[in-house]
Each structure stands twice: as C-alpha cells, then as structure tokens.
C-alpha cells in the first residue's frame, strides 16, 4: 500500500528566552491509509509537537525546522503554500486534547459545526443545492448520528457548556469527520474524560477509523489506551523515537529499558501507580548520545557519546538501544 | 445569577451607594463658607426673611436632621430650588439632561467604533509597529486632559480647517423638542437642514469625549484579543484550518467584544465626568455647564441634584452593561 | 445586496460632503443678524430680578424705562416719559408719558403698568429694588391719568432720578394673566418677555441664550439700517469667546482680559472698541475690625501697594491711575486729589504711630478673577516687608458677596470692582462709605458722623452745583482716612465683528444697547 504519511529525519527546534529548544531529533514515521498509530510518551516528549508538525501549525515565529521533511499524500506540510493550506482542515483533520476550551464558548455548537462543514467540507454529492444551509445540516446531522449522538437540532443549538464531556468530544470528532479526511489526528482526546467515556471514545475511533480508511494518529501518555485501539505504538522520549512495536508485540516484545520502565509504571491491580525515576531530559540541553542515558539503569560510557540509531529487530518492530534487553518470555 | 436576581442585587446595593454619595455633597456643600438661607432669601432680604427661609428649609436644625428632612423631599420628587436659576431643580435638569444624553451615548457609542477596530488590529499585530505606536497613542490619550484635546481638535477642525463649528448644539436655536436629542428630533421632523447644523455641532465634543474612552477600549480589546488569539479554541479553529478571516472577525471578535462590554460601563463613567469638562469648552448646554455654573454660585441644591442625578445614571448605566452582558454571554453574568 | 449597500455608501459621502461644508450658517448670512457671545448665563429674563451688568442686555433691549441712559459720559434722555418734573420738596416726581408708545403685542403703554412695575420691583425685594425699598412705600405711586404717573417718595433723594431707567415697564395685563399664587408673575417673566424694548423675544433657552427681533413699532422709532435679529449666546469659556470672535461666528463678546484682547487685535474680522468706562478697582478694607479701625494702620496699609507697577506689569498700562473712591471720569472728586503712592518708608512711619497690637490680616480674592487674586498676592509681599503678615483666601463672587453682608464676615481687604449701578457719585463714595449703607451696600463699614452728615446733605438737595462740593468733600475725608485702596478705573475694551458699527457705549449699557448698531452685509 502506497504511504499516506511520511516523516523522514525531522528535527525540530524551538528558539525560547533561554535558548534553542531541541524538541525533535530525527524522527523518521510512515502511516498507510487506514492504520492507527498510537504515539507515547511523557509530557515535553515532542508528541505534540510531532501532531503539529504534521498539521502544519507549528507556530511560526518560533519553530525552525532544522532537518527534514513531512509529507502527506505528497504534500509538503511544513510548507505555508495554498495545496498545504487546503490540506489542513480537509486532509487531515484534529481532535483536541481538551474539548471544552476549543470550542468558541460564546457561539452555539451547531454554528461552529456548520462553520467546519461551510469552509472545509467538500460539497455533498447528489443534493441540488449542495452549498445551502439546509444540505450543510442535513449532513451534519447524519454526522451525529454516526457519532452515536441523537441527530437533533436541540443539541445543535446548545452552548458548549451545556453538554457533557463525552457529548463534546464526540461532537469533536464529528467536526472532525465532516471533512472527510485522510487522516485523523487525535491529541489526547480522552485525558480529559471519565474513565467510562474513554473507553466509548476509544472504541468509537477505532470503529470509525475502520469503517472509513482513515489514518488515525493518537498521541497519549496512557499505554493502555493505546494498546486498546492502535495498530502500531511509537514511544517518545525527549524528541527522540526510542522504539516503534506492533500492537501484538507491544507487551511481550518491548526491549528498550524506557519502556519497559512505562510497562513496569502501569497500575496493577492492588497497586498505586509507580512513576519512573528522575527527570525527564530538558530539551534545552538534551544530554549527548542516548538521550535517555541519564536516566537508564544499563547506561555505558557508549551511550553518553552515540546516538543508538533505530534498527529493525523483527517485522514492524524497531529498536534505538545500544543495550537492549531481551524479550521477556 | 439570574435576571431578576442580580437586578435586585443591583437595586439593593444602590440604595446605600446614593445614600452615601448624597451625604458627602451634602456635608461639602455646608462646609462652603456661604450661608445657604442668605442665598436662599435672595438679595435685599431683611434679617427677618434670612431668618424665614432658615427654618423654611430647616437650615436651623442639626445637620443629621437636615440631611433626614432632604432625603424626604428627595423621595417626593423635590430636589428643591435653584439659588440661582430660581426654578426647581428637576426642571433645571429635566431641560439638560438630553444634551448630556445626546453626547455621552454618541460619545461611548463612538469610542465603542474607534476603539474595537483598533484594539482588534493592536492585538493581531502583537509587538508590531502599529500596536505599539496604537499603544503609545492610547496612554497618551488616557494621560491627556480632555479640556486639551477639545481645544486642539477646535483649532484644528474649526480654526485652521473651518471645517465644523467651534461651539454649541445648533445653529440658532433648537426646534420644538420631542426626545431631546436634536439629531433625533430633526431627523423625525424631516428637518434636513437643523439635522446637519446638530450633526455637524456634535462631532467635536463627540470625539472629545469618545478618545479616552475609545483609548481605554483600545487597550482592553487589544488584551482580550491576544487572550483570544491564544486560546485552545482558536489555536484548534487555525488546526481546522477555517480561513482566518472567519476566525477574526466572527470567532475573536465575538470573544474580544464579550469582555469589552464589560469595560462599558468604566467607559460611561469617563465619559460623564468627561462630559462636565467638555461641555464647558464647547458651550455644550447640558448637565456639565450647569455643574460648573452651579459650583460657581455655592448653589448647593443644584450641585446636589446634579450630583444624584450622575450618580443615577452611574448606576443606570452600570445595570444596563450588566444586562447587556447577560444577554450576549450565553454563559451569563461571571 | 450589493446595490443596496452602494447605495448606503452613496448617501454616507452625501452626507459627510454637507458635513464638511462651509461651517457658517445659511440663515446668519442671508440674515442681518448680530450674535454676541455673553460670559454670563441668562437664568432668567425678569427684569426686576436680573440687575447685573453681565446679563444687561435683556435690560437694554427687550425692555425700556422712563428714562435712558446713553453715551460717555452718560446723558440721561427721555424715553418712555417725555417729560419729568420734581415737587420744590424733592419728594415727588410726575412724569408724563408718550402717548404712542405700545407693548410688543399692541397695547399702549399706561402709567398703570408703570405703577404695576415699581410694585412689582418692591414686592420681589431684588435686583434694583434696593434703590426703592426705604424711599417708596408700596401703593404710593399715583396715575392721575393713563399718561401721568407719580412717584412719591418718603424723603427727598437726589440720586432717585438717575435710578429711575431701572424701573422697567411691563405690561401689567399680560404679566397679571400669567401671576400664580400671588408671584407676580415671577414664574412667567423668567422665561418670557412682556416689554416695549427695541427687539422682542423670539427664542430662550436658559442653557443657551435668547434671541430677538426687532420691533418695528417701537416708539422711538428706527434711523438708517439698524440690525433685524440679535442673539444673546451663553458662551462662558474665555477661549472659546476669543476663538469664536476671530473665526467670525459671534459679532461681539465682553468678559476678556487684555491679554485676550491683545489677542484678538491682529485678527482680520475683529475691530476693538475703548472707552474710558466707570468701574473702579479698589482694595476694600473692613473698617469696623480692630487693628482696621486705626487710620494710621489703614494709611500704612495704602502706603504699601504697589499702584504704578501693578497698573504696568499687571494691567500692562491698559486702565489709568483712580486716586480716590469715585471713578475719574465723573464729578465728585477734588480736583487734584492725589491718593495715595507707593512708599514703603512712609507705610513704616505709619505703623509706627499704630497703638493696637500688629495680627495677621485676611485678604479674600475673588476667584476667577486674575487681577483680584495678583493684586492680593502682591500686596501681601509688599505687607511682608513692613512686618504684617496676611493669608489670602480665594473664593467665588457669591462668597464674597455674603461676606460683604455683615461687618464681622466680611475680610480685611478685599480686591473687587465697583461698578456703575446708576451715574451718580453716591453709587461709589457715597454707598461704599455711608453709615446709611452698613449691611447692604456698604463696602467698607466705614463710620464717620462728618461724612454721613454731609451724605444726609447731597441725598436731600438737587442743586447740582451743592452737591458736587459735597462728594467732593466726602471723597477728600475718605481719602484722608484711608477708607479704601482705590487703585484703578477700568477701560472698557468691546471687541467687535469688523462688520459691526455703530457701538453706542455707556458705563450704564457696556455697549449692550444694540438698537444704534449697524452691520454691513
């Protein structure tokens, strides 16, 4: 299958007060229609900085792009032409982290929704008057159906803050959908809700992104709600892609220390959470090599000095360690 | 907070709030080392008349008992008599009241329009040029003494330009009132001619009043529309890649004209008291001149009835933003 | 849509283009019209209340009196009476009235409405009535017939005749139509207009001003091209009176300082007129106050300002030197009276005589006046050097006024004007420093029973030649006593339109009187 997404060598810096910020470091990612990648990882791991860098709203005055190239469906994204302009929004598409602060609170839901649909949907097929408002609703009340919302025009006329958490990330996901993308970027769409919520969401992303081809880019620091939903898991640490695992493999076959330290932080029945020791590496001056040495049990004087490059240990699975450790039996 | 709630809410904390404002003047105003039953007697009038007109409005009782006596007739409707003018105090200010009206409403209306356009271009251009010579302008403005810009606006406008009239609500005098506001009042007459000799009179004192508090909008507008331009909402709308033009001028002009209109109310009450300033400077014949005209005559009853009168329209005013602002918040009142 | 909104566009250039015209007026060009731009506000248009020079102008022309006074120095002529006589008693007056004069609305005048005024005058005890209130007893005046009438006073007053233009003639059946609850009509004439004057009432706003036009009928008749419409403005900002008269909107404008006026000359619109005017600037002292009560005192205080520097620096030469109590330009002073001058060493030597312990003395300015408030700061520097200390306190007219009320109110020295109520040295020397005038118009609890005898004298007589000798001699014993600081006589300067001709100044009018003026179209 031909790739949707491809990311070769990106590294990313943003210039702060204190100097250039090293948020990504080489990242190399491909995404063919129809998968579902999950991405964790740490806060200040460049997850979300990766989920911009492909819609293309990096933001301008500070981010400086120091190497590399994100294409998606053959086009630049980190270019500001009109073909990138017209991606966003219709190509690939976006489901925030918190669904409450990214609507408008002072306009009624069903504005904002047809406002998506009037500027960046394609027109509906087969309807006379394809543009005029009452095609735009007709749509987006199929829309709500099949995010398992009622399809009525109360809800359309309701403020954000008269709805629910789950109502809004599933009408989030719904004005994501209107465009009908290629590609589906979900930035922690469910940190912000019940655990009961979360599993919905989950389950009613997964349907979707079957259902209709669609790429799906899910960034999260929670492993188990990426195991529940992705194809493929890519763990981050400190703007670095420490190792890539199919879903199958993803408990069984980890080998690289950090993420068996995320496994081993996972709440086990009985059991408070554990974190991981010490602190996560400061982009500011990230540490030479393996930027994960300071941290790492098995660190040796090599990882201090040479970046671990990724290589492929076994299909679909790719490992940046000099000392990783072997597959749990 | 409901409607009827934060009304009452407002009502209630007015009582105490013109209360405490009448007692001041009235405590000023017997602090003035003019004998108000001389005054109040007029010229010529025998020891037996002062005498008369003291305990005619019970200058001779303790002042506790003065104050009690006028809050009485303030309740009736009576706000007494001018020393000066020698009509009750109501007429005085009934007759000036639309012309203050006339220039503080077109005064906030026109801050409102100069203000928002710019404090909206300030904010989007952030640490441009432009937002900060707008910035630099606004504080000036601020600072300024609006008697100094009255005057450097007529000498521009009037003197150098001929452009408008230096003085005055109209030309000749005011045709047969209905509203008050002479543009109004012409315009429903079909009186073309007195409409333009209104419109032209009124454009200075307008602008007067309008800069300082188009300067204080400036600098909200400019503050909230950064918060917008920052926020989750917008940053996701850019994400969703809606054309920025729908994203300034309907989402973040929305969201920056929410916490403008909060500013209103502050607008208003610069521009009333701006209004006693420039009102003097363009022979404005409203509450403002009457206010100086009273000051200078100890005419402690008219300054007094001035007083609450402002201070009506304060708190009129005040609830009004507050309404205002319930009905465009969907959220409402925060 | 489209259209729609061109067409909003279409009628928004309209309108901005007559926005943005020529500011003047259609109706003050194609009318000859004369707009004066007064520093007073008309609060009321009663005649018988308003009684200031600021607000004369409803006085000189919507009204008329008996007799007019006009010119510089004022003449007193027959206006509504064509004649007068005076009984050998000096106690009663008959005039005779024309026969073909009429009120604005076509009634003849009467000696009843005559009547009708002095009563009325007397009923609202204001503004003139203090000149009748001791000497006519309500219900006294006579009309033998529509054309007589008779005033009959309590004592001979020889300063009653040239009070008599204040007594204004309203038209007694309108104003009794319009009396409520016994006021005279007081209501009604603030805001109306009942006379026979040169112009009638045609707009007032008490905020803005009040218009007139000319009365066609008006007995006195009409000469060359007088002015049709005259508007009264209330313009009571300074600069905006000087900017309205250099841009041509007001045809006249009073209330400004020299400096304004300075201001205005090289103006191409603005003509100024001058006059020497009666309005004497004085420091007037409360006699009655211990310290105050010392003749030598009050001379070292007279020794102690500085006249001629004051009169250069300040005024800039614009007013003269008035030694005494009266202005110069009347009769009633000595001839070579010469005052007092500036002479530190002679205050000193006059101190030195003063018996009563040296306190601190109070000056009250007038506030808003520059003149008042630079000459007390200078006499209290100059006090300085001869050891008296002063506080000065700055306070509005009506301030000042109450304190003028009582002997115990009112401040040490006081820098004010004394202006011309009626043309007659009694209105200076005579009512500043009688006993008689102690709690009304008195301006410096002055008391001497020398002086007051030779007042009882003047008011009694009407040889005019007796009197002079008498205010002559009455302005020595004041000056000899250091009764007063008597510092300048003001000038009157009227800056008019270049249109305007035809001024016709008296102290009484200050130019109000417009019925003469002309303007060219």
């Not at chain 2, 506001?181 to 309008?210: E, M, W």
């Not at chain 3, 420091?283 to 003749?295: Q, Y």
């Not at chain 3, 008195?442 to 007042?455: H, I, K």
């Amino acid at each position: 299958m031909n790739p949707l997404l491809e990311i070769d060598d990106l590294s990313l810096t943003f210039r702060t007060e204190k100097g250039p910020a090293h948020v990504l470091d080489s990242i190399d990612l491909t995404m063919v229609p129809g998968e579902v990648v999950g991405l964790v990882g740490e806060s200040g791991s460049g997850k979300t900085s990766l989920a911009r860098a492909i819609l293309g709203v990096l933001p301008g005055a500070q981010a400086e792009i120091a190497s590399g190239r994100v294409r998606l469906d053959g086009i630049d994204m980190l270019d500001d032409g009109k073909a990138t302009r017209d991606a966003r929004g219709r190509l690939v598409t976006f489901v925030p982290q918190d669904p409450f602060d990214s609507f408008n609170p002072l306009f009624g839901v069903g504005t904002q929704l047809a406002d998506i649909v009037r500027y960046r949907a394609p027109p509906a097929t087969g309807h006379r008057l394809a543009r005029s408002r009452r095609a735009r609703e007709a749509m987006i009340l199929d829309m709500l159906a099949a995010v398992q919302l009622p399809a009525s025009r109360d809800l359309l006329n309701r403020y954000p803050h008269q709805l629910s958490g789950g109502q809004r990330q599933r009408l989030m996901i719904a004005m994501a959908l209107l465009p009908q993308p290629r590609m589906l970027i979900a930035d922690e769409p469910t940190a912000a809700l019940d655990v009961t919520v979360q599993v919905q969401i989950l389950g009613l992303l997964r349907r979707i992104a079957a259902e209709r081809t669609l790429a799906v880019l899910f960034t999260t620091h929670d492993l188990g709600a990426a195991w529940e939903i992705c194809d493929r898991i890519i763990v981050m640490y400190a703007g670095q892609i420490a190792e890539i695992l199919p879903r199958k493999a993803f408990f069984a076959a980890a080998r690289h220390p950090y993420t068996r330290m995320l496994l081993a932080s996972l709440p086990k029945p009985g059991h408070q959470a554990v974190g991981i020791p010490g602190e996560s590496a400061s982009p500011l001056a990230p540490p030479p090599g393996c930027r994960f040495n300071p941290r790492c049990p098995l660190a040796s004087q090599m990882c201090r000095t040479v970046r671990p490059l990724p290589s492929r240990s076994e299909e679909g699975h790719l490992l940046a360690c000099h000392h990783p450790l072997p597959t749990a039996s | 907070m409901n409607v009827v709630s934060m009304v009452v809410n407002r009502l209630v904390w007015f009582v105490p709030t013109v209360l405490g404002l009448l007692a001041v003047v009235f405590v000023l105003a017997r602090i003035v080392p003019t004998d108000p039953a001389v005054l109040a007697a007029g010229e010529n009038a025998t020891a037996e008349q002062v005498q008369e007109a003291r305990e005619r409005l019970a200058l001779d009782r303790p002042l506790p008992e003065q104050f009690v006596e006028y809050l009485r007739q303030v309740v009736q409707g009576d706000l007494g008599t001018s020393f000066y003018t020698q009509q009750p105090i109501v007429d005085d200010l009934t007759e000036r009241l639309p012309a203050t009206l006339e220039l503080t409403i077109l005064g906030v209306l026109a801050a409102g329009l100069i203000g928002v356009p710019l404090g909206v271009i300030s904010g989007l251009n952030r640490n441009s040029w432009l937002d900060h010579l707008l910035r630099l302008v606004s504080v000036l403005f601020i600072g300024v003494a609006p008697f100094w810009i009255a005057m450097q606006l007529q000498l521009l406008f009037s003197m150098q330009l001929g452009w408008l009239p230096l003085s005055g609500r109209i030309d000749d005098f005011a045709p047969e009132a209905m509203t008050g506001f002479l543009t109004i009042d012409a315009l429903v007459a079909g009186d073309l001619q007195n409409f333009l000799s209104a419109l032209r009179h009124i454009v200075l004192p307008t602008l007067t009043l309008a800069l300082p508090g188009a300067a204080v909008i400036v600098r909200f507008t400019r503050t909230s529309v950064v918060e917008a331009v920052n926020s989750p909402s917008v940053a996701y709308q850019t994400a969703m890649g809606l054309p920025r033009r729908v994203i300034v001028w309907k989402y973040i002009l929305r969201l920056a004209l929410n916490s403008t209109v909060t500013q209103l109310g502050l607008v208003f009450g610069i521009s009333l008291t701006g209004a006693v300033v420039i009102e003097a400077v363009f022979e404005w014949p409203g509450l403002g001149t009457y206010a100086v005209r009273s000051i200078l005559h100890s005419d402690y009853n008219a300054v007094m009835g001035v007083t609450l009168c402002v201070g009506v329209l304060f708190a009129l005013s005040n609830l009004l933003v507050d309404l205002l602002q319930m009905a465009i918040d969907p959220r409402g009142a925060t | 849509m489209a259209t729609s909104r061109r067409e909003i566009l279409k009628l928004g250039l309209l309108g901005l283009a007559s926005l943005a015209g020529n500011s003047e007026s259609a109706s003050a060009q194609s009318r000859n019209r004369f707009v004066f731009a007064n520093s007073s506000a008309f609060d009321s248009l009663d005649p018988h209340t308003v009684f200031d020079q600021g607000r004369a102008a409803v006085r000189f022309n919507l009204y008329d009196g008996l007799l007019r006074f006009v010119d510089n120095p004022p003449k007193l002529i027959p206006w509504l009476a064509e004649s007068y006589a005076v009984s050998d008693d000096g106690k009663t007056y008959t005039f005779k009235l024309r026969a073909d004069a009429t009120f604005h609305d076509g009634t003849p005048v009467t000696s009843a409405d005559v009547a009708y005024s002095i009563e009325r005058i007397l009923a609202l005890r204001k503004g003139p009535a203090s000149f009748y209130l001791d000497l006519i007893e309500p219900g006294s005046t006579q009309t033998p017939d529509p054309h007589t009438v008779v005033f009959n006073l309590t004592d001979p007053s020889a300063i009653f005749l040239t009070t008599v233009p204040n007594i204004l003639v309203v038209n007694s059946a309108l104003v009794r139509s319009k009396e409520k609850d016994g006021d005279w009509g007081a209501g009604w004439l603030a805001r109306n207009e009942a006379g026979t004057g040169s112009y009638i009432l045609r707009r007032y706003e008490p905020a803005v001003g009040w218009s007139g036009q000319r009365f066609t009928n008006h007995f006195a008749g009409w000469a060359g091209q007088p002015i049709d419409e005259i508007e009264f403005r209330t313009v009571q900002e300074t600069n905006t009176r000087v900017l309205g008269l250099m841009r041509g909107d007001f045809d006249g404008a009073d209330g400004l300082t020299y400096e304004q006026i300075q201001r205005l000359r090289p103006s191409p619109n603005v003509q100024i007129l001058e006059a020497e005017s009666m309005r004497i600037f004085l420091l007037a002292l409360n006699n009655s106050k211990p310290l105050m009560n010392d003749v030598h005192f009050r001379r070292a205080l007279a020794y102690s300002f500085d006249y001629d520097g004051f009169i250069k620096n300040i005024m800039k030469d614009s007013v003269t030197r008035n030694p005494g109590p009266n202005p110069v330009t009347i009769w009633g002073s000595p001839p070579g009276l010469k005052g007092y001058s500036f002479d530190l060493a002679k205050a000193r030597e006059e101190l030195a005589q003063v018996k009563q312990p040296l306190r601190k003395i109070s000056i009250n300015a007038l506030a808003g006046y520059s003149e008042s408030e630079q000459a007390a700061v200078l006499f209290q520097s100059a006090l300085r050097q001869i050891g008296i200390e002063a506080d000065i306190d700055v306070t509005p007219w009506p301030v000042v006024a109450s304190r003028f009320a009582k002997a115990e109110t009112q401040a040490d020295v006081t820098p004010v004007w004394r202006s011309t109520f009626y043309v007659d040295p009694n209105n200076w020397v005579g009512e500043g420093f009688g006993t008689r005038y102690h709690g009304t118009r008195t301006m410096s609890y002055y008391s001497n029973p020398a002086f007051d005898q030779l007042l009882d004298q003047a008011l009694l007589t009407n040889d005019h030649e007796r009197r002079r000798e008498l205010y002559e001699q009455m302005s020595q014993i004041v000056s000899d006593d250091a009764a007063g600081i008597f510092i300048y006589n003001t000038r009157w300067f009227g800056p008019y339109s270049t249109r305007v001709s035809g001024i016709r100044f008296s102290p009484a009018s200050n130019g109000n009187d417009i019925r003469w003026a002309t303007m060219t179209r």
